[in-house]
């Protein structure tokens, strides 16, 4: 691997912070796939209100919510409504980081939201090549479906057309349950999961072991892709038929050399992202058919997905071999330029009941979730201003995916976050919850440098040539300036023509430029002359170094799996410890729900059998000294024993009155009347005898028939009666039409105690009764 090359700065918008670009891609709602289980019109949550805002309004929260609140506006760079086609998407968010890389930054594309939210349709890592023909040629609409990586490889080799001298590799990166796949490995050569996170002495995030691809032109890097995808990890859940269960990483480097002068005049231009056309410009835009897209005729040789043709083997007609030009120019002559583009296709963030999960599926669940979980603490840490002022501990260490993605976080990249949301009502939380994570990161900011090399630098014998050749221009300068000063007619001004002027200064400057690098070149060369004293002086040789080599990847392997090991048992103990929350608050519910049921019951028992027992004393008392007189009532003829005013009210009403039983029975037949008013139900036990089938029903407790509250109803009101004791019942007398005890039936008695025990809505009205019962 490639020891990381020494970078300086180049543009006037180089190391100057850069605010992480979010847009968001809604998902149209009409996608047929099973995330949508039930066939009912689900009602669209979110509304596109403008190209970079948008507002959830999910209607299910409860109506005492005031509106406003239910509202969620949101404000992003972009938002895409959901039948913005790709073409849309790469042109306005994705062609200017694409020539950012080109001009040696590095950059960082990824799709980030719920399952089957879009982000592999996006990116380009789904089904979506499938849309070309077998003679690889991209036909109409089905090319629309093209996602952002074949796109910008289309761009790239487009804008690259007039440079002979840069290289372009790809790699393909999978990140499965922590452990660091390479999709473009070769089996037969590299050693499996060989590949390392690890940082350089500069805070610089290196892969190492990572197969670098070459790539010679589109197809290249498409055909790359698919090999990839072909063993990606990828399953059908509830969710998604081809939901990706890892996040992947294609990334691009890209090498070029370039002349310093053109190099100036670059940096005068392309550097400051403002200078990058935001509309479709480049030759892609111009090579569009509709699609956005050139016609990818046989020369770009795309191959159908499923179907991987490893290794990459250009198809396009072989370029006429010719020197590069960097071999014709001078080491100092020429900039070098290393960036990379990384396209992040993360999986998607799930909840493991609504995926229906199990066993595997289960365990890459709880490793994507903990990724994406360590991947929002990073974004949370950064996005705050106070912490990120405060340089406080950024916990990228928490998982791989973070510390794959540190230098895109925070670090020295152009990042865009690409939120993918889906719009139904059915999927609000999740929506909610990748906007609010989309909100944070754009507040992340970057230090973008570009990535620019002195050829040289790591070769001592190349920089001491320099500092000769240097002193030996200085010294010319030197002398030909002191023989300018000491001529006497030039030292009068006006002798000057304005030509020799200009050129004195050019001379003058080019003097202090040549003066400040020999300063450094010595500096630097003094530093290696010390390094290499010390290492000839008791500093480990060579020789140790290469032997230890072996000895430090297994350990650093050794390390990097247990932290792996840590980060899954750490997730999976997360997430069991949530399942156990949840079941403890369900069973602290249903505890609840029991406590309250078995509470009202006995409420319900011990008023019947109160209501017995005073009835019962009642009785004893109204047969020797009479029932309690009617003082209480509202009525005013009501000074007579309740038997007589019933029997008074016989002469004008042949029939029973309820509201002179009541006043005669007043707690007893006041508890009915409340639940009447209460619930506009009523407690009724009919006052025929049961004949014999309502006995056996009544006894086998179907309160739904008899002893259920049933709507009011004038021939039932007449049979309104109520429970004396476990004998007697108060009723109007069949035969004078008073009101009176009489024997109950056991049926009787069985109904009420049923119509008691079974509605909860007799709790209040029973407590009144019971008072009503003892005050009397
Ligand atoms: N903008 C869109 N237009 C048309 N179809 C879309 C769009 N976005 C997504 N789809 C379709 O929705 C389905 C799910 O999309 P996709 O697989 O890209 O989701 P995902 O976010 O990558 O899911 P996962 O995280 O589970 O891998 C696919 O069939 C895809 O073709």
Not at 279 to 287: E, F, N, R, W
Not at 472 to 478: A, C, H, N, T
Not at 499 to 505: H, K, M
């Amino acid at each position: 691997m490639a020891t990381p090359s020494r970078s300086r700065r180049g543009a006037a918008s180089e190391g100057a912070p850069t605010a992480v670009q979010v847009a968001v891609r809604i998902r149209p709602d009409a996608v047929n796939d099973p995330s949508r289980p039930v066939p009912r019109p689900l009602r669209t949550a979110v509304t596109h209100t403008s190209p970079t805002s948008l507002v959830v309004e999910p209607s299910l929260l409860p109506s005492s919510v005031p509106q406003r609140e239910t509202r969620h506006h949101f404000t992003f760079d972009r938002v895409y409504e959901p039948h913005a086609p790709q073409q849309e998407v790469y042109s306005s968010s994705i062609e200017p980081l694409v020539q950012h890389f080109l001009d040696g930054f590095n950059t960082t594309i990824f799709a980030y939201g719920q399952t089957s939210s879009g982000k592999s349709y996006s990116m380009g890592t789904s089904e979506a090549t499938e849309t070309i023909t077998p003679d690889d040629t991209l036909v109409g609409t089905l090319a629309d479906s093209i996602g952002i990586i074949p796109r910008a490889a289309i761009q790239l080799f487009e804008l690259l057309k007039d440079d002979s001298d840069y290289s372009l590799n790809a790699s393909f990166l999978e990140l499965y349950n922590e452990d660091l796949i390479d999709l473009l490995a070769d089996p037969e050569i590299d050693a499996p999961n060989q590949v390392q996170i690890r940082e350089t002495r500069v805070g610089e995030i290196v892969w190492m072991g990572l197969r670098q691809r070459p790539a010679k032109c589109a197809s290249d890097i498409v055909r790359l892709l698919q090999d990839g995808m072909a063993i990606r990890q990828t399953h059908e859940t509830e969710m998604n038929t081809q939901s990706s269960r890892s996040h992947a990483i294609f990334s691009l480097t890209l090498t070029r050399r370039r002349p310093r002068h053109a190099e100036r005049a670059t940096l005068g231009g392309a550097a400051s992202p403002e200078r990058v056309p935001a509309t479709p410009s480049t030759p892609l835009a111009s090579k569009t058919r509709g699609s956005g897209l050139p016609t990818l005729g046989r020369g770009l040789g795309i191959a159908r997905a499923g179907t991987p043709t490893r290794p990459a083997t250009p198809t396009r007609a072989p370029q006429t071999p010719r020197a590069p030009p960097s071999a014709r120019r001078a080491p100092d002559e020429e900039i070098v330029t290393t960036s990379k583009l990384h396209f992040v296709d993360l999986a998607g963030s799930e909840r493991l009941k609504r995926t229906a999960a199990t066993g595997d599926r289960v365990r890459e669940g709880i490793s994507i979730n903990s990724g994406l979980h360590a991947l929002g603490n990073v974004i949370s840490t950064l996005s705050d201003p106070l912490k990120a002022r405060r340089a406080m501990h950024i916990p990228y260490r928490d998982s791989k995916l973070t510390r794959l993605l540190q230098d895109s976080l925070g670090g020295n990249a152009h990042t865009l976050m690409l939120a993918c949301i889906s719009s139904l009502e059915m999927n609000v939380n999740e929506t909610l919850n990748t906007l609010h994570y989309a909100q944070r990161a754009r507040h992340i900011r970057n230090t973008v440098e570009r990535n620019q090399t002195e050829p040289g630098w790591g070769n001592v014998e190349y920089l001491q040539g320099q500092v000769l050749r240097l002193r030996k221009e200085l010294e010319l300068v030197r002398s030909s300036n002191e023989l300018m000063l000491a001529s006497p007619e030039q030292k009068a001004p006006s002798v000057f023509s304005s030509d020799a002027e200009q050129e004195v200064l050019a001379w003058q400057e080019k003097y202090s430029a040549l003066s400040r690098k020999n300063v450094q070149l010595t500096a630097e060369l003094i530093h290696m002359d010390r390094q290499l004293a010390q290492r000839g002086a008791g500093a480990p040789s060579d020789d140790f170094l290469a032997s230890a080599e072996p000895v430090i990847v297994e350990y650093e392997k050794t390390v990097d799996s247990l932290e792996g090991q840590l980060n899954v048992l750490k997730a999976s103990l997360a997430s069991s410890e949530e399942l156990l929350r949840e079941r403890d608050q369900e069973l602290a519910r249903a505890n609840n729900r029991l406590l309250h049921a078995e509470t009202q019951l006995g409420a319900l028992r011990s008023t019947v059998h109160d209501l017995q027992d005073r009835l019962g004393e009642r009785d004893a008392k109204g047969l020797g000294i009479g029932l309690p007189s009617a003082s209480r009532t509202t009525s005013g003829s009501s000074s007579a024993s309740p038997v007589r005013a019933s029997s008074a009210s016989r002469h004008t009403s042949p029939r029973p009155d309820s509201d002179s039983v009541e006043r005669s029975f007043g707690g007893v037949l006041g508890y009915a009347r409340e639940g009447t008013r209460q619930s506009s139900r009523r407690y009724r036990v009919p006052l025929q005898q049961p004949s014999s089938e309502d006995e056996s029903s009544a006894t086998h407790g179907s309160p739904a028939t008899h002893g259920s509250p049933a709507a009011p109803d004038a021939s039932t009101d007449q049979a309104f009666g109520a429970i004396h004791d476990e004998s007697m019942l108060l009723k109007p007398d069949e035969s004078t039409g008073d009101a009176g005890l009489v024997p109950a039936t056991e049926g009787e008695l069985r109904k009420l105690n049923l119509v008691l025990e079974s509605d909860a809505d007799a709790s209040p009205i029973r407590t009144r009764a019971r008072a009503a019962v003892e005050e009397e």
